[in-house]
């Protein structure tokens, strides 16, 4: 009887040490960004947005939500926010 305990305890210390190797869970992909437009004059923004706009929407990218930056009166720049659908 001791012989047996002594066999399944042994058995399964086998199974815990020689568990099968699996790969690290998978990074989930970014579902939100939000990147800074430095400050220039309004025609310069206005284009740069424009460009960034086209250039993110190309990678999967759909707008979100813009937020004005400024510091002292003076336009620094501006935050925008684009989202995307999560890989299934």
């Not at 020689?18 to 220039?40: E, L, S, Y």
């Not at 937020?67 to 890989?87: C, K, N, S």
């Amino acid at each position: 009887m001791r012989l047996r305990v002594v066999l399944a305890a042994l058995s399964l210390a086998l199974l815990v040490g020689f568990q099968p190797v699996r790969a690290a869970d998978p990074v989930p992909a970014k579902t939100i960004i939000t990147v800074f437009v430095g400050k220039g004059n309004s025609s310069s923004v206005t284009k740069a947005i424009n460009e960034l706009h086209a250039k993110m929407e190309v990678q999967g990218w759909t707008y979100k939500d813009m937020a004005v930056y400024t510091e002292d009166g003076d336009l620094q720049g501006i935050f925008v926010t684009y989202i995307r659908q999560a890989a299934p």
